[in-house]
C-alpha cells in the first residue's frame, strides 16, 4: 500500500508542476462589475458585444489570481482577455477551458486592435475541453470576449498556451487522469476477483462501490453524457447525481455487511437501509429536477452518507472494534475533501481552484486505498479471530481427552477390584460367555462379510461409517472417504458372462486388500462393481495419492480368465470430512459420489475430488 501511496504523490506532484501558464507577453486578464452600468437591471440582458468592446479599461475590474467567478445571474457575465504580441512573428494560442456542468452557455468572440469584435469563435455548450485557436498578429493587440451563463455561482480558469505547451499540458492531463480513473477500476477487478474466490457480498458491494467512484471522477474530470452525446443537451448534468446515489447506496450498504451492523446495531442498520432506498428513490426523481438543484441534494446525500458512516464508526469504537478509528478517519477526510472541493469551486475568494484535479485526484485515490486497507485489515483480523477459536479448541479437546483417560484409569482399577471379589463365582460364566462371544463375532464377521470378494458388505460400511464419524469427529482428525467403480464393467458381463465378471471382481478385491496398509483403514464392496474405502486420519492429499496408486495398479494388470485377457479401469472419487459444521457421514458419500460422477463425465480411469462444502 505505501509503494501505491508514492507513487500517487509523485504523480500528483509531477502533474501539479506540469500546470498550463500564460506564455505570451503583458498578457492582462479584466472582469467586468456587475453594477458598474448604473442602469436598470432589465437593461442589462440588451447589452451587445459592440457595447461591451467599446467599454474603457476603467470600466473593468482585474480579476485576481486569473481565475473567474461566474454567478447565476440571468443576464449572464462578460470578460475580456488582452493578449499583446510584441514580437515580429505572428502568433497563435490556444484557449482552453475545463467543461464544467454548471455553465449553461459559453460563447467567445476576439478584436484585434481597433478592428469590431469578429464574428463568434467558438459557442461552448456541449465539449468536454472547450478549446479555441486565436491567432494573435505582431505588434498588436487582441482582446478576447467572454460571454458565460451559470445555473449557479462557479469558478472556472481559462488557460491559454502556445502550440507546445498545449500539447504537453493536455498529455500530461490525459496521462494523470488515466492512471487515477484506471486504478480505481483496477481497484473494483481486484475486488470483483476476490467476489469470485470468496462469495462474500461485501467485496461484491465494494465492486460496485469502485466502479460508481470510477465513472463518478471521470464525469468530473469533463468526460459526461454531454461530452459522449454532444447533440443531447438535455443530458447535461443528469449523471452526477445518479452516480453519487449509488456510490453512497453501495458504500453503505458496504458498511452494513463488512461489520454486520444488523446483528450489533439493529436499529441503525433499519436507519440506514431506510436511507439508502429514500436515495434510490431520488434517482428517477433528480431527472425532473434543474442541474441546482440535484447538485444541492447530491450534496446532502455525500454529507449524510459520511455523517452516517461516522457515526457507526463511533458506534463501533464503542463496542471495542478495532477498525472503528480507521473507519472514523475515511470519513472525516471525505468531509475535508468535499469542503475543500466546494470551497474552491463556489467562494470567489478561495485561490484552490488551480488545484481542482488534483483535489479530485487526492480526494477519490485516498478514499480508494483506505477502504481497501479496511476491508483488508478486517480480513486479516477475521483470519487472526479464526486462529485464536481454532487453538482454543484445540486446547479444549486436549482437556477433554485427557479428562477421559483419566476417568478411564478410574473406572479401570475399579472393574480390577470388582474382578477380584467375583472372579471364582464367575469362572463359569465368564467361559460361557466367552465362547457365545466367540460366536457372536463368528457370526457378526460372516454377516459384515461380502461372500463374492471377502471385503466388507455394505452393512458394515453403514456401521463402520458411523462409527469413524463419530471418532473423527471427537478427535479432531480428517476422514476421508474412497468411492470406486470399474469402467464398463456391464460390458465385461455381457460380452463373457457374469462368472467372468465375478472372477474380475474378485480380482479387484485382491487389489483393494493388499494396497490397505493400515489396519484401521476399511475396504468395502458398496454394491454391484462399486467398493467403498474408508480411510481414517487420512487428509485430502493422502486419499487422492491412495486412490491414484490403486487406479494405476489396476490399469497396469491384465486379468486373465479362462484364457481369455480382460483390461479393466476404474474411477475413483474422493472427498474428505475436515470438521465441517453441520457435515454428517450421508454428505461425505454424497461428495465422493459427485467426484465419482466427474470422473466418469470426464472419461472415466481417472480419479477426482470434491469438497464436502460446495454440495
Known sequence: MMKCLSLFLFLISHYAAALPVYNLENLKTNQLVD??????????KNIS???IAQLKPAQWQRVQNKIFAASAAPQGNWY??????????NKSVYISILNNPMIAEMQLYSQTNSLEPQDLLLKLNSNNFRVSQVNIPSNSNTKLFLYVVADHNVNFVVHINNNKNFVDTNRTLQFISGIAIGGIVCLALIEMLSFFASGLKSTLLLTGYFITRAMLL???LGYNLLYLLPQMPELRGVDLPILNALASIFYLWFTIELFNLNQIEVKLTRFI??????????????????????????LFIYTATSLIVITVSYCLIQKNNRLGSLLAFTSILQLIFLTVIIIESTWFEINFIAYH???????????????????????????????????????????????KNELLNLQKESQELLEQHVQERTLELNIALQELEEANQELARKNTLDELTGLNNRRFYDQKILAEFRRSKRNLTQLSLVLIDID??????????????????????KLIKSSLKRSTDIGCRYGGEEFCLILPDTDTIGAIEFAENLRQKVSQVNFVYDEITLQLNISCGVSTYQQQDDIGPEQIFAAADKALYQAKEKGRNQTWQFAIEDL
Open 35 to 44: 453594477d458598474y452600468w448604473k442602469i436598470p437591471a432589465e437593461q442589462k
Open 49 to 51: 458585444l459592440t457595447d
Open 80 to 89: 475580456f482577455i488582452e493578449v499583446a504580441n510584441s514580437s515580429e512573428i
Open 218 to 220: 471521470t464525469v468530473l
Open 273 to 298: 437501509r431506510y436511507f439508502c432506498w429514500l436515495v434510490f428513490l431520488y434517482i428517477p426523481l433528480s431527472f425532473l429536477l434543474n442541474i441546482a438543484e440535484n447538485n444541492l441534494i447530491s
Open 357 to 403: 484535479q488534483s483535489i479530485l485526484f487526492a480526494a477519490f485515490w485516498l478514499n480508494g486505498l483506505l477502504i481497501s486497507f479496511l476491508l483488508s485489515r478486517q480480513k486479516f483480523f477475521e483470519s487472526l479471530d479464526k486462529e485464536l477459536a481454532q487453538r482454543q479448541a484445540l486446547e479444549s479437546a486436549v482437556n477433554s481427552k485427557n479428562s
Open 488 to 509: 464398463h464393467f456391464k460390458k465385461v458381463n455381457d460380452t463373457y458372462g457374469h462368472q467372468a465378471g465375478d472372477y474380475c471382481l474378485q480380482q479387484i478385491a
